[in-house]
T-cell receptor, first 118, second 119 residues
Framework: AQKITQTQPGMFVQEKEAVTLDCTYD???????LFWYKQPSSGEMIFLIY??????QNATEGRYSLNFQKARKSANLVISASQLGDSAMYFC???????????????FGKGTLLTVNP | DTGVSQDPRHKITKRGQNVTFRCDPI?????LYWYRQTLGQGPEFLTY????????KSRLLSDRFSAERPKGSFSTLEIQRTEQGDSAMYLC?????????????????FGEGSRLTVL
């Protein structure tokens, strides 16, 4: 079984500042993938960044970076230079990568609502 | 537009009525998923298709729910005898598989969802 915990229901950040959204996970899978998605008010889930448990380096995608600490089972999302358009719900998710089993579906956390203030 | 499309985007119905949602995945994706999202929660897995085969159904999917994917292309999710507790956003996603090194991340591509309100 997999579990994702996002302890911050809401976060506020000033435009142009950096913000960290927390995510901790629990799994019995020996290898797994961690994802972050953004959900604007329109409802569509937008994929942001991926980290494999076997990756040696933390993932980065433009202004998004993932602070992966395997021993602490955390996968925090860092958004640098926040923009007004970053205001949205952010979801952390994971899935197992082992052959067989339910390695195709994502398990999501409850999300963090980020508000970027001008 | 070659993304995942869902129809209708919004549906308001009375309790006891049947509703059907349609999802058209990205054409080259063989995997299709349905998720349900209620207010203040993350998406919850409902069911999964690989091509036309429905390989897993969540316990959340009661016998009033049925999903199909004929010919492995579009999918439909039908809810019979709707209840107020069925009110939610129903999200469809597709993927090309992957998840192993060198084969991509296997991330899911989501549609904009179908919001159901049961009165």
């Amino acid at each position: 079984a997999q579990k994702i915990t996002q302890t911050q229901p809401g976060m506020f950040v000033q435009e142009k500042e950096a913000v960290t959204l927390d995510c901790t996970y629990d799994t019995s899978d020996p290898s797994y993938g961690l994802f972050w998605y953004k959900q604007p008010s329109s409802g569509e889930m937008i994929f942001l960044i991926y980290q494999g448990s076997y990756d040696q380096q933390n993932a980065t995608e433009g202004r998004y970076s993932l602070n992966f600490q395997k021993a602490r089972k955390s996968a925090n999302l860092v958004i640098s230079a926040s923009q007004l358009g970053d205001s949205a719900m952010y979801f952390c998710a994971m899935r197992g990568l082992a052959v067989g089993g339910s390695n195709y579906k994502l398990t999501f956390g409850k999300g963090t609502l980020l508000t970027v203030n001008p | 537009d070659t993304g995942v499309s869902q129809d209708p985007r919004h549906k308001i119905t009375k309790r006891g009525q049947n509703v059907t949602f349609r999802c058209d995945p990205i054409s080259e994706h063989n995997r299709l998923y349905w998720y349900r999202q209620t207010l203040g929660q993350g998406p919850e897995f409902l069911t999964y298709f690989q091509n036309e085969a429905q390989l897993e159904k969540s316990r959340l999917l009661s016998d009033r729910f049925s999903a199909e994917r004929p010919k492995g292309s579009f999918s439909t999710l039908e809810i019979q005898r709707t209840e107020q507790g069925d009110s939610a956003m129903y999200l469809c996603a597709s993927s090309a598989g992957g998840g192993f090194s060198g084969l991509g991340t296997g991330e899911l591509f989501f549609g904009e969802g179908s919001r159901l309100t049961v009165l």
